[in-house]
């Protein structure tokens, strides 16, 4: 089905002249329709405290394929909602995030304008690449460093031991550390990689680390903190970023605050965490291991989270000079019950990382719907698994993958084109435009199945991963992805990177990567354009993404399929030349009119510059 005709905006600069407008100015936006569409009128529909407003529309351009409908729109709260309603042809219709409606919609997928600092250039623009530090590498010095007591030690080929049931999980411990990550910075910038996240560097009793008993040191096990140092600068030097792992809504219950709250009387950490009058605490998801902190309480939130002496500041800065957070579990930090102080937090972590470093970047972790917490003055974006990661997964996933569910109890399903797209839509809209291209989007990571394994092939998976580079949002990484390494589940996908057998890696999957990286560095469209769906089936996605600098086409099929017709006119060009296909494609050329995407004998991703 071809939607070239239908009428169009976004939140890039082509419809859109000023991105983070300032409280009581205006912001001219723009609305395409197509030269057949019978429309008369058109408003730009706000709403000013609460109360709507309507703004007319004039025509500020036409041709013989599409009218430009311009207005002046009104920045009066912080975030500006709007949408538009469209008179004519005797109906009425409202142009929203979604798209095309002919029924009054509520406001939940209108447009959105912040007014709010945005964020900063270098996490747009960003690849990052997410590092597993027990996983990923290995130097030299790992091997002289004592066993801990709770480990369950392993060789670096063993078999990962992953089922949830079996208390080895958490324990394997395969010793990879900070000055591996370190040795192995070429590989990352042969793929095109300017942030490293790693997950917790903290000690915690467990290869995840994710139940810190400290946020003052690194772990010894790790490197330490000149090991952390030494990563950090590293990375520095090659002009990339590092961004920390902090869990904000929990500690482990070895961590020193938690012990002496438990077991000295009066001990002043005691209001940092909800302990009840049995004796009993609050915990995450009831993990005893993992009791629950109360950012309700003004001497938790100077600990970690608010002003310079929080934990949150002092890692930014000297001698570790992190660039930012990915904050864990975000959506659950500050609520309990009755109690949600989550974005007075989320707030407080923003403020705290942009006094130290006014070009920190923040982002939380959502596995669902993230759209109350973003496009504010906290989280800058979400790790996009609702947005992103499960449209993709069910569009590209191999009916028979043993891939295991992850966010639901059983695993994504199977979905028509249509269907993907109407859930893209959705989640943008409720994101809005801004966040949701900060937001990070994700294949894989070290809490869901590999996407290797989701989509059966390395052809297939190389279509996930153009469409990963290509659409609204950043592309991250799980350390591996780029080789093919599989896994069904979280834990099984955290399998040891396998430096040693260079020929187990999947190499054009490998060059793939490099070169999706290379072109979205390239193309500021991929990085800042807008996006316009020109045809979508079952099985295939064709869109625009469009900037002033200049646009470029994609196309992506999941298996083979027929020539496909485009009308040259609202699509906007004529001719396209070839920038990138992970399989078979040539130069597009228009011949009357139509501008035809050739026939694939397989999944294949093309991209043309127009």
């Known amino acids: 089905m ?10 890039s600069p082509t419809y859109v002249d000023v991105e983070a407008p300032a409280p009581g100015s205006i912001v ?51 975030v500006t909602n709007y949408r538009f309603l469209l008179d004519g042809g005797g ?30 250039d270098w996490a747009r623009d960003a690849v990052v690449y997410q590092i597993f530090p027990d996983r990923f590498a290995r130097s030299g010095a790992a091997a002289d460093r004592p066993m801990p007591d709770w480990a369950v030690p392993a060789e670096w080929d063993d078999v990962v031991v992953f089922e949830g049931a079996d208390p080895r999980t958490p324990l394997q411990f395969f010793g990879g550390d900070l000055d591996g990550a370190t040795e192995h910075l070429d590989h990352l910038a042969d793929i095109g990689v300017s942030v490293v996240y790693t997950t917790p560097v903290f000690p915690g009793e467990s290869n995840h680390r994710y139940n810190a008993s400290t946020f003052e040191t690194v772990d010894a096990l790790l490197g330490g903190d000149e090991a952390y140092v030494r990563l950090a600068t590293a990375v520095h030097e090659r002009g990339w970023r590092i961004l920390g792992d902090l869990t904000t809504n929990h500690t482990g219950d070895t961590h020193e605050w938690f012990v002496a709250a438990r077991d000295v009387e009066g001990a002043p950490a005691r209001s940092f965490y909800y302990f009840l009058p049995t004796g009993h605490y609050e915990c995450w998801m009831g993990h005893g291991t993992l009791p629950k902190l109360n950012h309700a309480d003004p001497a938790l939130r100077a600990a970690m989270v608010d002003g310079p002496d929080s934990v949150v500041a002092r890692w930014l800065r000297p001698p570790f000079n992190l660039d930012g957070w990915r904050v864990d579990v975000a959506n659950m930090t500050g609520r309990l019950g009755a109690i949600d102080v989550n974005h007075e ?17 923040v982002i939380g972790e959502h596995n669902h719907d993230a759209s109350s917490d ?19 997964w069910s569009w590209l996933r191999d009916p028979e993958s043993p891939a295991r569910a992850f966010g639901r109890p059983v695993p994504a399903p199977r979905r028509a084109g249509e269907a993907v797209v109407r859930s893209l839509r959705e989640w943008q809209g409720r ?28 052809e297939t998976h190389r279509v996930a991963v153009g469409l990963q580079f290509t659409m609204p949002g950043v592309p991250m990484l799980f350390a591996g992805d780029e080789i093919g ?30 070169a999706l990286a290379r072109l979205r560095t390239e193309e500021e469209a991929l990085r800042r354009g807008g996006l316009r769906w020109a045809y979508v089936d079952d099985d295939t996605l064709v869109y625009l993404r469009e900037h002033p600098a200049g646009s470029v086409l994609v196309a992506a099929r999941r298996t083979a399929g027929p020539a496909i017709d485009l009308d040259a006119g609202p699509l906007g060009f004529g001719d396209g030349s070839l920038l990138l296909s992970t399989g078979s494609a040539a130069d597009l050329v228009e011949v009357d009119g139509v501008v035809t995407l050739p026939a694939t004998d397989g999944p294949v991703l093309g991209v043309w510059r127009l």
């Open 374 to 392: 973003v496009d504010g003055d906290g989280w800058h974006g979400t790790m996009n698994y609702s947005g992103f990661s499960w449209p993709i």
């Open 91 to 120: 109906s009425q219709r409202w142009v929203s995030a979604v798209g095309t409606v002919e029924h009054d919609p509520p406001d939940a997928f209108d447009f959105r304008v912040s007014s709010y600092k945005p964020p900063p």
């Open 2 to 11: 071809s939607h070239l005709r239908e009428p169009h905006h976004d939140g």
């Open 431 to 458: 994101y809005g435009w801004r966040a949701s291209t900060c937001s990070w989007n994700i294949l894989s990571s070290h809490d869901s199945a590999r996407i290797r394994t989701v989509t059966g092939s390395g």
């Open 28 to 78: 001219t936006v723009r609305l395409r329709t197509d030269i057949t569409d019978p429309v008369e009128q058109v408003w730009v529909r706000t709403t000013y405290d609460a109360e709507p407003t309507y703004h007319p529309c004039t025509v500020a351009s036409s041709d013989e394929h599409v009218v430009w409908w311009q207005a002046s729109l009104p920045v009066h709260n912080p």
């Open 345 to 361: 937090v989320a707030r407080l972590v923003r403020r705290t990382a942009e006094a130290e470093r006014p070009d920190a970047f």
């Open 485 to 514: 390494l599989e896994g069904v589940n979280g834990e099984d996908s955290r399998r040891p990177f396998p430096w040693a057998d260079p020929d187990s890696w999947d190499d054009d999957t490998l060059a793939t990567y490099a």
